[in-house]
């Protein structure tokens, strides 16, 4: 039997709080991977860092990370700080 829109209907799970927590999670931590890894491979391939390089990266980038999920600073003042004084909106680009 379809619905009003003449799609199938299928039996709809309900996602608990819990569920939907983890999941969020879960991609939140994909999403903060993915960026790290991808942002490795452009310094190395690209800006020729080399390992030890990459390694001083890694950690900047865990204490900025770090500082923001201590509120030590918003992602408002990231933005307006890369907007200042490097001269970066990612908006325009």
Request: aromatic share 8%.
């Amino acid at each position: 039997m379809n619905n009003k829109y003449g799609i199938p209907k299928v039996k709809v799970s309900r996602i608990s709080a819990e569920d939907l927590l983890r999941i969020r999670e879960e991609e939140a931590q994909r999403a903060f991977a993915q960026q790290l890894y991808l942002s490795i491979i452009v310094l190395h391939d690209k800006f020729d860092y080399d390992k030890g390089d990459l390694k001083k990266y890694l950690s900047e980038m865990l204490k900025q990370y770090d500082s923001m999920d201590k509120n030590f600073c918003s992602m408002d003042d990231v933005v307006e700080t890369v907007k200042s004084e490097i001269g970066i909106d990612l908006r325009t680009i």
